[in-house]
């Protein structure tokens, strides 16, 4: 494999997981705060780390692209991105809502191919397919997937995996921490703006879990929420750069089968933070989910070996 590729293979894992606490810590709030107020805090939180960051791999001009445009649109979409997946978690189980999440990779793979005119090798797209095949049997969606709050989650995967293509397209002249700073300013400005926008709306007292994790008003948080909302922060700054990092590295389709990694790390919160014990079939989709991406690096390593003169 391309050492790009694999660089970008462990930039995603590791983003994947780091953002696999966040989507626990924001279930949890749900039930008291307002999505807004959150993500809110969490962009305040993560704005020196990002600022940091891009003085420590070049300099504050760069955040004055040229391509500032696109950054603001690719930022913009990832905001309705987690918007709409936070606001989906909230009456969906998390299982459930990942499961649907992860059709993100064969977006991903597809929009690739269309806009960006890569061609992954065949065994990326038919790892694609076990992996999904493994999400299935690990998670066995139920009838509350049909909830219409899965529709959200859905969107998110396409919100999502636009702005990952649109990721790729700037990885030749933006760093990583660039590309995240705009991320989380589009959060910082957009989240307090669609607070404003809806506390005057007379959905005040939906009785939707989504509805009321966006309607609710911002209230004081305890210490520990605080701590909560604020470690979201810490989370955000490192698992977005990792995920911009990966995508701007390497073609697409060859990382996003790596999105699938997402499903492992759900039995392993419930098991810590919740006593629950996985299933039989949960095991063997996770295996499936495994067996998948070595799959894919297999494949990719075999083609590069085979391009190469002898």
């Not at 590729?5 to 709030?29: N, R, Y």
């Not at 030749?172 to 506390?199: C, H, K, R, W």
């Not at 470690?231 to 390497?250: E, H, K």
């Amino acid at each position: 494999m391309h050492k790009n590729s694999l660089a970008a293979t462990g930039f995603l894992c590791l983003g994947v997981f780091i953002f696999s606490l966040q989507d626990a810590i924001m279930k949890g709030l749900s039930d008291t705060y307002s999505v807004t107020q959150a993500i809110t805090v969490r962009s305040i939180v993560a704005l020196p780390i990002l600022v940091v960051l891009v003085r420590a791999t070049g300099s504050i001009r760069f955040l004055l692209s040229k391509r500032a445009g696109l950054l603001t649109i690719r930022a913009v979409i990832l905001l309705g991105a987690y918007l709409c997946y936070y606001l989906s978690i909230a009456a969906l189980p998390l299982a459930d809502a990942i499961a649907l999440y992860v059709v993100a990779p064969l977006i991903i793979a597809g929009l690739g191919i269309l806009f960006l005119g890569e061609r992954p090798h065949q065994t990326t797209f038919m790892a694609l397919v076990v992996g999904l095949i493994g999400v299935i049997i690990t998670l066995e969606p139920g009838l509350a997937a049909f909830e219409w709050a899965s529709a959200l989650t859905l969107l998110a995967a396409a919100l999502y995996s636009s702005a990952q293509i649109l990721a790729r397209k700037l990885g030749d002249s933006e760093s990583a921490a660039v590309i995240t700073f705009y991320q989380n300013l589009a959060f910082l400005i957009g989240a307090p703006v669609l607070a404003a926008l809806v506390s005057s709306s007379a959905l005040k007292d939906a009785g939707h879990p989504s509805l009321a994790f966006l309607m609710r008003p911002w209230v004081w948080p305890t210490l520990n929420d605080t701590l909560l909302m604020a470690g979201c922060g810490v989370i955000a700054s490192a698992g977005m750069t990792l995920l911009a990092q990966a995508y701007r590295l390497a073609p697409a389709g060859n990382v996003a089968v790596f999105e699938y990694s997402a499903i492992l790390w759900v039995p392993l919160w419930g098991f810590l933070f919740f006593d629950e014990v996985p299933r039989f079939t949960t095991v063997v989709g996770a295996a499936l989910i495994c067996g998948a991406g070595l799959f894919a690096l297999i494949g990719q390593s075999s083609a590069k070996n085979a391009a190469q003169p002898t």
